[in-house]
């Protein structure tokens, strides 16, 4: 299959002033680089709480040489450096948080305060700070959670949503991205794999061989969110119209000659992954590379945008990994895997 592309006619960031909370995490570092070869921004700031991470990003990335580079060491749970960081930005893309799902079962408070509190407080500081336009990264299981990771987000998103009606008329406007799981991404699957193939194993822990899920490249990702900033209004859901696999066959692709073990879905996992619930379906459009879930409330006089003219969706639609009508099979997975 050929790969959607979401770099079309992708907006002009030269002379912008951007931020980037979780800066340095898989997401953050693949953004930046984008954001440099695509355009010439007055100010990129790299927004995050690991010093030793933000070091290692500074000798690939240094200031001597990318002069608009600013590595700003803050948590989002402080609300009064995030004012203090976004002094002057244009747009903020908002990609922190905590995201291991065993860990946030363990750790619920800590989940809570990042994905949450960090979620209220980044609406708030764009808001008093004048910022044009935010975008929030959330995750495909956000929709119908079963988990606190999940729920954590679900919480932001409709955080980020309502934001704009606190952003009153003509003031920072507000969306959201959700999509599935980004392939080589920092704790996903195919690295473990690969590790494991790495120290000799001799079979896959796979946790159930019915199991499915939604897959995208770093760079579609990437891509994905700055395309939308061209498109948002205000309180929409962008999810990116990408394939799904089975996680026996993404397993066989990685090893083929390897046996699976199943070992059965971990507490907070689930079979399937969906990305647009059927109670969404009447505020959904489709576009054609996308679906844009819009508000259920209207909170002030949105912009208006061509795709708002696009058809919604029928009502008993679903969009779920085991339903997808685009799968990847063993030859697309490896492509996929090059570009990790």
């Given at each position: 299959m050929?790969?959607?592309?979401?770099?079309?006619?992708?907006?002009n960031?030269d002379?912008?002033?951007?931020?980037?909370?979780?800066?340095t995490?898989s997401f953050?570092?693949?953004?930046v680089?984008r954001?440099?070869?695509?355009?010439?921004?007055?100010?990129?700031?790299?927004f995050?709480?690991?010093?030793l991470?933000?070091?290692?990003?500074?000798?690939?990335?240094?200031?001597?040489?990318?002069?608009m580079?600013?590595?700003?060491?803050g948590?989002?749970?402080?609300?009064?450096?995030?004012?203090?960081?976004?002094?002057d930005?244009?747009?903020?893309v908002?990609?922190?948080a905590?995201?291991?799902?065993?860990?946030?079962?363990y750790?619920?408070?800590?989940?809570?305060?990042?994905?949450?509190?960090?979620?209220?407080?980044?609406?708030?500081?764009?808001?008093?700070?004048?910022?044009?336009?935010?975008?929030?990264l959330?995750?495909d299981?956000?929709a119908?959670?079963?988990?606190?990771?999940?729920?954590s987000?679900?919480?932001?998103?409709?955080?980020f949503i309502?934001g704009?009606a606190?952003?009153?008329?003509?003031?920072?406007?507000?969306?959201?991205?959700?999509?599935g799981?980004?392939?080589?991404s920092?704790?996903?699957?195919?690295?473990?794999?690969r590790?494991?193939i790495?120290q000799?194993?001799t079979e896959?822990?796979?946790?159930d061989?019915r199991?499915?899920?939604?897959?995208?490249?770093?760079?579609?990702?990437?891509?994905f969110v700055?395309s939308?900033?061209?498109?948002?209004a205000?309180?929409?859901?962008?999810?990116?119209k990408i394939p799904?696999?089975r996680i026996?066959?993404?397993?066989r692709?990685?090893?083929p000659n390897?046996?699976?073990k199943?070992?059965?879905i971990r507490?907070?996992e689930?079979?399937h992954?969906v990305?647009?619930?059927e109670d969404?379906?009447r505020m959904?459009?489709e576009?054609e590379?996308?679906?844009?879930i819009?508000?259920?409330?209207?909170?002030?006089?949105r912009?208006?945008?061509?795709?708002?003219?696009m058809?919604?969706?029928k009502?008993e639609f679903?969009?779920?990994?085991?339903?997808?009508v685009?799968?990847?099979?063993e030859?697309?997975?490896?492509?996929?895997l090059?570009?990790?």
């Amino acid at each position: 299959m050929q790969f959607r592309d979401f770099s079309k006619d992708l907006p002009n960031f030269d002379g912008k002033s951007i931020l980037l909370t979780g800066g340095t995490g898989s997401f953050g570092q693949a953004f930046v680089r984008r954001i440099l070869d695509i355009s010439k921004p007055r100010r990129v700031v790299v927004f995050s709480r690991d010093e030793l991470k933000q070091y290692e990003m500074q000798q690939e990335l240094p200031v001597s040489k990318y002069g608009m580079l600013r590595y700003f060491i803050g948590d989002v749970r402080d609300q009064d450096r995030l004012r203090m960081a976004m002094r002057d930005i244009d747009l903020v893309v908002h990609a922190a948080a905590l995201k291991h799902v065993p860990a946030a079962e363990y750790n619920p408070t800590e989940c809570i305060r990042t994905n949450v509190s960090g979620a209220e407080n980044v609406i708030h500081a764009a808001i008093e700070s004048g910022v044009q336009q935010v975008i929030a990264l959330s995750s495909d299981k956000a929709a119908s959670p079963i988990n606190l990771y999940g729920a954590s987000k679900l919480a932001a998103d409709k955080l980020f949503i309502a934001g704009n009606a606190l952003a009153g008329s003509g003031g920072t406007r507000l969306a959201v991205v959700r999509y599935g799981n980004v392939v080589g991404s920092r704790g996903s699957v195919v690295p473990f794999f690969r590790r494991l193939i790495e120290q000799g194993a001799t079979e896959l822990p796979i946790t159930d061989d019915r199991m499915t899920r939604f897959w995208i490249t770093l760079r579609q990702g990437v891509d994905f969110v700055l395309s939308s900033f061209e498109l948002m209004a205000g309180g929409e859901i962008f999810v990116p119209k990408i394939p799904s696999m089975r996680i026996v066959d993404l397993a066989r692709c990685i090893a083929p000659n390897l046996k699976h073990k199943i070992v059965g879905i971990r507490p907070g996992e689930k079979l399937h992954e969906v990305m647009i619930t059927e109670d969404d379906a009447r505020m959904t459009r489709e576009l054609e590379d996308r679906y844009v879930i819009e508000p259920d409330s209207v909170f002030r006089e949105r912009p208006q945008r061509d795709w708002m003219k696009m058809p919604h969706v029928k009502d008993e639609f679903r969009y779920a990994s085991d339903t997808n009508v685009e799968w990847l099979d063993e030859k697309s997975m490896a492509a996929f895997l090059q570009t990790v």
